[in-house]
T-cell receptor
Framework: AQSVSQHNHHVILSEAASLELGCNYS??????LFWYVQYPGQHLQLLLK??????LVKGIKGFEAEFIKSKFSFNLRKPSVQWSDTAEYFC????????????FGAGTRLFVKA | DTAVSQTPKYLVTQMGNDKSIKCEQN?????MYWYKQDSKKFLKIMFS???????INETVPNRFSPKSPDKAHLNLHINSLELGDSAVYFC????????????FGPGTRLTVT
């Protein structure tokens, strides 16, 4: 069955530290990949997405993610985090498995200390 | 302009009651979804409708019944509420089934006492 794993459940960083959140999925076919962010008390919003082409995708607020097909990974990065990046981050994979379904990872809670 | 809206935002009710949550999107999307987010923030799809037709129905108790009167609306009715139904329910929409990008509503926090 299709699944999405996020390695870190909780991450605590100081401002200006670099961030990398891991995401791996288990599906061998063509996939669309996403990172969503949920700020405290708010709804999920799209951070970035990958469909095809350049495996390094850039999103909003300085975030980027790299798709490595051989590793089934789509890790999220940011060179220098800010306090306002404190949020829950969800990796998601959409694949055609007899119908299109998006599976979300369990989320990573990021807390950035000012 | 709100793209995906849900009502109510908060819902507190007792076990055994029946309640509904409404969702509307003004994006002209064909596909709508209901997700349940539990206390650990785990987000799980419940249902998906495409042009008013049910296309995804996960393993959800049949106490939960979605209804899509038109492609802009997807409501969720829950019968005989249980303590374990307490969660945040998110409605979302996407342009079509391929779900290139989903737009989420603000969520409805349901508390069953």
């Amino acid at each position: 069955a299709q699944s999405v794993s996020q390695h870190n459940h909780h991450v605590i960083l100081s401002e200006a530290a670099s961030l990398e959140l891991g995401c791996n999925y288990s599906y061998g076919g063509t996939v669309n990949l996403f990172w969503y962010v949920q700020y405290p008390g708010q709804h999920l919003q799209l951070l970035l997405k990958y469909f095809s082409g350049d495996p390094l995708v850039k999103g909003i607020k300085g975030f980027e993610a790299e798709f490595i097909k051989s590793k089934f990974s789509f890790n999220l990065r940011k060179p220098s985090v800010q306090w306002s990046d404190t949020a829950e981050y969800f990796c998601a994979v959409n694949a055609h498995t007899g119908g299109f379904k998006t599976i979300f990872g369990a989320g990573t809670r990021l807390f950035v200390k000012a | 302009d709100t793209a995906v809206s849900q009502t109510p935002k908060y819902l507190v009710t007792q076990m055994g009651n029946d309640k509904s949550i409404k969702c509307e999107q003004n994006l002209g999307h064909d596909t709508m979804y209901w997700y349940k987010q539990d206390s650990k923030k785990f987000l799980k799809i419940m249902f998906s409708y495409n042009n008013k037709e049910l296309i995804i129905n996960e393993t959800v108790p049949n106490r939960f019944s979605p209804k899509s009167p038109d492609k802009a609306h997807l409501n969720l009715h829950i019968n005989s509420l249980e303590l374990g139904d307490s969660a945040v329910y998110f409605c979302a929409s996407s342009q079509d089934q391929r779900a290139y990008e989903q737009y989420f509503g603000p969520g409805t926090r349901l508390t069953v006492t």
